[in-house]
């Protein structure tokens, strides 16, 4: 997909805004929600994204919608390090399948590096639910502490 297009509704993302897909949420406001990626590159693997901008990717994005999402990112950045004590943590946003995007809805993504994993991009391997739901449950606890 180019970096030109139309917004298309029907997104996963668009779908679990909605609630007409399921996700282990992490965090929610009026403005962003963040998840657990359900094919995580690395333990701990979140998504932070806009709930009322129709945008695909950051060319698009109201600027106001983008600097909510960057303010969650910062914060649960902090818990996720605070949590899991990653070696790094790489926070990453893909625009245009060229780029590694895969679904048109802008995100951002926070993954947690380990020492001696690699940087893939894409994971082949759905999570388990009930390991996403248990991280779920420890991420949260410590967003709320």
């Not at 679990?16 to 963040?34: H, W």
């Not at 333990?43 to 901008?53: D, E, N, T």
């Not at 990717?57 to 390090?81: F, H, S, W, Y």
């Amino acid at each position: 997909m180019s970096l030109q297009g139309t917004y298309d509704p029907q997104n996963i993302f668009a779908q679990i805004i909605r609630g007409e897909a399921p996700c282990f949420k992490l965090y929610e406001d009026d403005d962003v929600l963040a998840f657990l990626d359900l094919f995580p590159q690395s333990y701990g693997h979140a998504l932070v994204i806009p709930k009322h901008s129709p945008a695909r990717n950051i060319l698009e994005v109201d600027p106001d919608a983008l600097a909510k999402v960057m303010r969650v990112v910062q914060r649960l950045t902090g818990v996720i390090v605070e949590e899991l004590n990653p070696d790094g943590v790489q926070v990453a946003q893909f625009n245009g399948a060229p780029a590694g995007q895969t679904v048109f809805h802008i995100h951002v993504h926070i993954v947690p590096r380990y020492a001696g994993e690699g940087l893939g991009i894409h994971a082949a391997n759905k999570a388990d639910a009930a390991e996403l739901e248990k991280l779920q449950a420890r991420l949260v606890a410590r967003l709320n502490g």
